[in-house]
């Protein structure tokens, strides 16, 4: 049944407010758009596209994949601006019930806003998956995501020779996109097993374009005669004031390191990723029931509608389990499509449903198989020392994380960070939460739960903040007009 009219105030009201322009958000906007619906597509970049379409001002898209269907996508902001107001350059840092819709708080340019909507379409994407080890923190070590960020959007290459490791197919575009750009790559060190893909082989079948992609990615490492090792990560890196080389070694099924398999190698930079975190702050402020997905991570519990399980908010992309931009695609116009008839009355057509609903099983199905291919089994903690930072913000180690289990009795995550501050930092948990969460559970002898998950990834100000701006309130400018 359709939303009743919002309630008269100060500001107009959107029927959709979407958080985040990347491949879901950009195609729930356009989708809802499309059906009548007023939509602000807010989003913290200068452009949209989010990390997947992440580009320069004037990149005609030649060095980036399927860079139609975001033109389309752009094209279709362009094609309805009468009822869709993007918002770039927009933090998020909070989002609340008000009356009969909700109120979500932004940052831009360092004054705050206030933007206003019936319904709310979370697609804020994900981030790097990151697992601590010993030298972990020395600068020139980034995120696999950090270095293709810096080459897409600011057409930097982050070192000159350049170790890629964790696990993954993400780590196959980022050496490529490195090698393209002149960059030594060292080698590409994938932690996992990928031939286990091969173990679904009709979920292979019904994505032989991703198979495809990937199969470009490595004919690239080959033509630049880049190592790529199986079964072996990067589990220390050098130097002091910069990166001056790594240790990789061979991994076991659990990733323990086999014995007598470590050897050094030079190089300046290190590019790791260990899959990928879904960005849900703003689903947990929201109160929308979370779950642990198959790699692992929290996201947000979504119906075949998109929405979650409170009234008026769905959800799309990553922030509901992480499996690309196609499936980041598809949700979102369902997402768009269903947001639209909620509040406008506008039904979708059923056969266009049925289509999106089959595509969306066989994405993800296609991403539980990649999930299953691409553990990460907890053998990274015997890598650790006890000094080892876990908490780079904070600069908490191993020792006070296991320490606060065993000699000050916290059993979760949540007790752990009062007690260590462990995720108390500028990232409030982003980057150590999964770690701190792994950590816990070992000491306490038991499996990581979602309800760890979450305890790290509650964030009531989801993003940082001058103190002025909640001492002084959302300015009156800023509200809708």
């Known amino acids: ?33 499309a059906r009548g619906a007023r939509v602000a597509l807010v989003d913290a970049g200068p452009r949209p596209g989010g990390q997947y ?27 309805h601006r009468d009822l869709l107001d993007h918002r770039s350059g927009h933090t998020v840092w909070h989002v609340e019930r008000t009356g009969a819709g909700f109120t979500v708080h932004t940052l831009h340019a360092g004054r705050p806003y206030e933007i206003r909507g019936r319904t709310v379409v979370v697609a804020t994407g ?60 060292v080698g590409v060190f994938e932690a996992g097993r990928p031939l286990a893909f091969g173990r679904h082989p009709f979920t292979v079948v019904r994505n032989a374009a991703k198979l495809a992609e990937g199969a470009g990615y490595l004919r690239t490492l080959a033509r630049h005669r880049i190592p790529y090792r199986t079964r072996t990560t990067v589990v220390a890196a050098h130097g002091t004031d910069s990166v001056t080389g790594v240790t990789v070694a061979r991994l076991d099924a659990g990733w323990r390191t086999l014995p007598g398999s470590a050897r050094t190698l030079d190089c300046d930079t290190v590019a790791v ?41 769905y959800a799309a992309g990553e922030a509901c389990g992480v499996g690309g931009a196609r499936l980041s695609l598809i949700e979102g116009e369902l997402a768009g499509l269903h947001a639209a008839w909620a509040t406008t009355g506008a039904r979708p057509d ?3 449903l049925a289509r999106l609903l089959r595509r969306r099983a066989a994405q993800r199905s296609f991403a539980a198989a990649l ?38 009795g916290a ?71």
């Open 1 to 33: 049944m359709p939303i009743s009219p919002a309630e008269p105030g100060p500001a107009a009201v959107h029927d959709i407010v979407v958080l985040g322009a990347g491949p879901a958000g950009l195609a729930t906007a356009v989708a809802a758009a």
């Open 53 to 79: 379409w992440r580009h320069r001002a004037g990149d005609d898209g030649a060095a980036h994949h399927d860079w139609d269907r975001f033109r389309r996508l752009r094209d279709g902001l362009d094609a």
């Open 126 to 185: 994900a981030y790097d998956r990151q697992v601590p080890f010993p030298g972990w923190t020395t600068p020139g070590v980034f995120t696999a995501g950090a270095v293709q960020a810096l080459l897409k959007g600011q057409g930097v290459v982050a070192g000159r020779r350049i170790a890629v490791a964790g696990t993954g197919p993400f780590l196959l575009p980022v050496a490529a996109g490195l090698a393209e750009a002149g960059a030594e790559v």
């Open 273 to 313: 990723g260990y899959g990928f975190t879904p960005q849900t702050e703003l689903a947990v402020q929201l109160g929308c029931a979370m779950e642990r997905d198959g790699d692992g991570s929290l996201v947000a519990r979504v119906d075949s509608r998109q929405r979650s399980s409170v009234d008026g908010v």
């Open 350 to 352: 059923r056969r266009r």
């Open 371 to 408: 999930h299953r291919a691409y553990p990460v089994p907890g053998g990274w903690r015997t890598w650790l020392e006890e000094d080892t930072v876990v908490c780079r913000c904070e600069e908490v180690d191993v020792a006070a994380v296991r320490r606060a289990v065993t000699e000050l």
């Open 411 to 481: 059993t979760d995550p949540r007790t752990v960070k009062l007690c260590a501050r462990p995720g108390m930092g500028l990232c409030q948990g982003r980057v150590c939460g999964y770690a701190t969460a792994g950590l816990v559970a070992e000491a306490d002898g038991r499996e990581v739960t979602a309800d760890d998950l979450r305890g790290m990834a509650g964030r009531p100000i989801a993003q940082p903040l001058p103190l002025g701006v909640l001492a002084a309130g959302a300015d009156g400018a800023g509200n809708e007009a």
